[in-house]
């Protein structure tokens, strides 16, 4: 910390509570808008501030947070990038515009100031009109409970990033607690709150420093609200003038939060003194040792910074080892099979007695079927086509097949390396072929495989929905087939493209080049194939400090790094940002990855955003069809994004610029991962990830009947004239996959319950999800026209393969039930 520069300080504070609400918050006002400055004050949050500091100097002292103390929590916004950020007791506006200016030039949303007194909320907004912020803060006019609540339930608020605690001292706990409860502070928000040792704050140091078990003990003293204890007489009465007895929300919190904080020292923009001293260790995980140390010094004024996150994880519980878990899953689909038995049941009964809308109808045979020829003037009857689709085990491929065999009249087949593959028992498929699974380097034999269907049913057209293993052959695939097709004289068409672009698009390294190679952003990325490259880069992007970061001194880069293969194990652990604390951590880490030339890694810019994820059907080098949605964990829900928002139509326009740069013989399934930063007009996107095949997202557009004809514009002439990207038909309900959420959001926090783990209250907010779902989304495997794929993944398919994972011993850390993909372990 540095030195005050008393130049800049502010009038003394008065005694008592003279100093506010005496008439200096208009007064303040009439000086501004009287500034013989004013034209260049207007639409500058800069100089609005330095007008307010004026008159603190000048004229009166304002309880502003100030320069200094500012300074901390601006340098806080840099660094978290919050795209929300609340802040709790406005007064005038200088945090409110301070921090509100840093938060947009971020790249963030919003900037929510909550403040009580009308009068005060009246000032703020005026000159925040002034600093021509009004587009990203809200002042919101009311008691910050009551506002924080009704900002939930109204769904303007989801989220807080960053939340700066700076009003009622004693309603710090009770609000903090209320956000907790509602979700709006989850582990990754951040908390700043500002004068927790004078004029003093214990309670809410207490809570903050709280152990779990603490928390749920406290929580648990019937009868023992929050209350006035602990704090300084004036600072409990000084609002009471106007307001009365202050009323506190009675919210328990969320107990199983931690926080990891650390006391910043500052100065109050009057640069008074204080005696006191508080020493706590950062728990910042970049924060280097001296820098703590250095936290202990005597203070002068500080505020408290903390980071809420999951407490440290416990020894696993005995239901994730591998015996129990797998024994554990078989069982529950054993308990659940009377269930899934009479929702087949109920399906057939609801469609025999036509209490559902009606399945959508095959159209006969037209000439549209035959487009190929549609230019001839002797032009042949059309005929049935034979359509292939494989990795009919995946609700990718079963959604592509259940919409060709409802909206087409051609004949659809599956095929799948599983003989149990749910979608086998699809009524959508005419017949089932089961390949032979790719095995590390001997995938002949499934090329084979394929190769034989293709030719033994006479595949018009093979839609290729295999699995990321087998992405480079299905490109040879599609190659050997148009050879030996052509040459039998017959059209062969394949959704699926060719394996030096299936190689280009799925190698990290090689998408980052060839999109920056075409001119578009791409974050930072290095191709690494030993320890020390990775070692090398982390060292120069952020050279270790021995002190306190100097404002307007460049933030620490972070990093994450990448398998470039397929690393099921290295992939678990690569959100972990880098440099770790310590420079021995960073190497252990690093050296641990055994990255070499045969297993090399991309090092990433971490750009902490939102990320997204589409999905689009390419033919001849023009998009045929597109959908975005934001990417979830283990992408297990799905919920459109408006296909007429400025974000969908930028992440359209980026895959139609990858599309068009590769002609007409560019046909299959692409997807993008991307990284968003800004909103509205000012997105930035940043590709990271390429999927050159079909991507789950593709069940949105079930209700989509001209999905199918999309897929049959394969057989068109490449067409000169723009046609209309087709998009999920909307409003398109969400989705999600009953398996997966029974397990995530019932079954595993009842037995963390059991096992002291959760709460009560994650057990029911995890039920009540899960029923939310149940009852307004839709199951991505079930169809009421269809439902065996349903019953054979949850009671045949994930047995069997739990089964042979207890006998062949073979671990696995998570399973994607719409992929069917084992992650091991
Ligand atoms: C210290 S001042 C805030 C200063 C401001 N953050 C700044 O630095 O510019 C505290 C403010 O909190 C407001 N306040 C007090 N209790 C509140 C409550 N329960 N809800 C919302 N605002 C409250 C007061 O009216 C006062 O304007």
Not at 445 to 462: A, G, K, T
Not at 717 to 730: E, G, H, N, Q
């Amino acid at each position: 910390m540095g030195s005050f520069d008393q130049n800049k300080a502010y009038a003394p504070q008065e005694e008592g509570s003279a100093f506010f609400d005496d008439g200096r918050e208009i007064e303040l006002l009439h000086f501004v808008y009287s500034h013989t400055n004013l034209e260049n004050i207007r639409g500058s949050p800069k100089n609005v501030l330095a007008a307010i500091d004026e008159y603190g100097r000048t004229k009166k002292y304002l309880m502003n947070v100030g320069e200094d103390k500012g300074r901390i929590v601006t340098d806080l916004i840099a660094e978290v990038k919050p795209k929300t950020m609340v802040e709790l007791g406005g007064y005038v506006g200088y945090s409110c515009i301070l921090f509100g200016d840093a938060v947009r030039d971020s790249g963030g949303q919003r900037y929510y100031s909550l403040e009580r007194d009308p009068a005060f909320a009246a000032v703020i907004m005026s000159l925040v009109d002034l600093a021509g912020l009004s587009d990203t803060v809200k002042v919101v006019v009311g008691s910050s409970d009551e506002s924080i609540a009704r900002l939930h339930a109204s769904g303007a608020l989801e989220h807080i990033d960053l939340m700066f605690l700076d009003h009622y001292k004693p309603a710090y706990v009770t609000d903090l607690k209320l956000c907790e409860e509602l979700r709006l502070v989850t582990p990754g928000s951040v908390l700043a709150a500002d004068n927790v040792i004078k004029p003093g704050n214990p309670p809410y140091l207490d809570y903050v420093r709280s152990s779990v078990q603490q928390k749920r003990k406290n929580a648990d003293e019937a009868g023992k609200g929050p209350g006035t204890e602990g704090f300084l007489e004036t600072n409990v009465k000084m609002y009471e003038k106007r307001f009365g007895d202050a009323k506190f929300s009675q919210s328990k919190g969320n107990p199983s939060l931690v926080y990891k904080s650390k006391l910043v020292h500052s100065y109050e923009p009057t640069g008074e003194p204080s005696s006191e001293a508080e020493c706590v260790r950062s728990s910042y995980p970049h924060i280097h040792p001296s820098h703590s140390a250095m936290l202990c010094s005597n203070s002068i004024k500080f505020h408290l910074v903390t980071k809420p996150h999951a407490p440290p994880r416990p020894a696993a519980l005995f239901f994730y080892n591998h015996v129990p878990k797998n024994v554990l899953l078989i069982l529950l689909s054993l308990i659940c099979l009377p269930v899934s038995l009479a929702l087949v049941l109920g399906s057939f009964v609801l469609v025999k007695f036509d209490y559902v809308r009606p399945q959508p109808t095959r159209r006969p045979l037209d000439y549209d079927d035959d487009p190929e020829d549609e230019c001839s003037p002797t032009r042949p009857r059309p005929t049935r086509k034979t359509i292939l689709v494989t990795g009919v085990s995946m609700t990718k491929g079963l959604a592509i097949a259940r919409l060709l065999a409802q909206r087409t009249p051609h004949r659809v087949i599956g095929a799948d390396v599983s003989p149990f593959s749910p979608g086998r028992f699809s009524t959508s498929i005419s017949a089932f072929h089961t390949l032979t699974a790719p095995s590390g380097s001997s995938t002949k034999p499934y090329v084979d495989s394929l190769l034989s269907v293709i030719r033994d049913e006479n595949v018009d057209l093979w839609i290729s929905c295999s699995s990321v293993v087998a992405a480079v052959e299905d490109g040879q695939v599609v190659r050997l087939a148009e050879e030996t097709m052509s040459r039998n004289g017959r059209i062969f068409k394949a959704i699926q493209f060719r394996e030096d672009v299936v190689e280009k698009f799925h190698a990290k390294d090689q998408f980052i080049d060839y999109i920056e190679s075409i001119g578009l952003q791409v974050p930072e990325s290095y191709r690494c194939t030993t320890a020390q490259q990775v070692l090398d880069v982390l060292l120069r992007a952020t050279p270790e400090t021995d002190g306190e970061q100097k404002a307007g001194e460049q933030k620490e880069k972070r990093f994450i790094l990448k398998p470039i293969g397929v690393d099921d194990r290295a992939r678990a652990s690569m959100m972990t940002l880098l440099p770790l604390a310590s420079v021995p951590e960073t190497t252990a880490y690093v050296k641990k990855l055994g990255i070499s030339p045969s297993n090399p890694f991309q090092l990433q810019q971490h750009i902490p955003s939102p990320e997204y994820c589409t999905h689009a059907l390419i033919v001849q080098g023009r998009v045929a069809a597109f959908t975005a949605c934001p990417s979830s964990e283990l992408l297990m829900h799905y919920s459109a994004l408006s296909p007429t928002s400025h974000l969908c139509q930028q992440m359209l326009e980026f895959t139609e610029h990858v599309a068009s740069e590769h002609g007409a013989g560019f046909t299959g399934h692409l997807s993008f991962d991307f990284l968003v930063e800004g909103e509205g007009r000012n997105v930035v996107l940043y590709p990271i990830e390429c999927n050159p095949r079909a991507h789950t997202a593709v069940v949105l557009f079930e209700d989509e009947g001209k999905m199918a004809d999309a897929y049959l514009s394969v057989f068109s002439r490449p067409r000169t004239k723009a046609v209309d990207v087709i998009v999920p038909k909307m409003p398109c309900p969400s989705y999600y996959w009953a398996g997966h959420d029974l397990v995530t959001l019932v079954v595993i926090p009842m037995l963390s319950l059991f096992y002291g783990r959760a709460s009560l209250q994650d057990v029911v907010l995890g039920a009540r999800t899960f029923a939310d779902h149940v009852i307004y989304w839709r199951d991505g495997t079930y169809s009421v026209w269809d439902p065996w794929p349903f019953l054979v993944l949850y009671h045949v398919y994930w047995p069997v393969q739990l089964l042979l994972s207890l006998l062949n011993g073979k671990k696995w850390s998570r399973v994607n039930v719409s992929t069917t993909k084992v992650f091991e372990s």
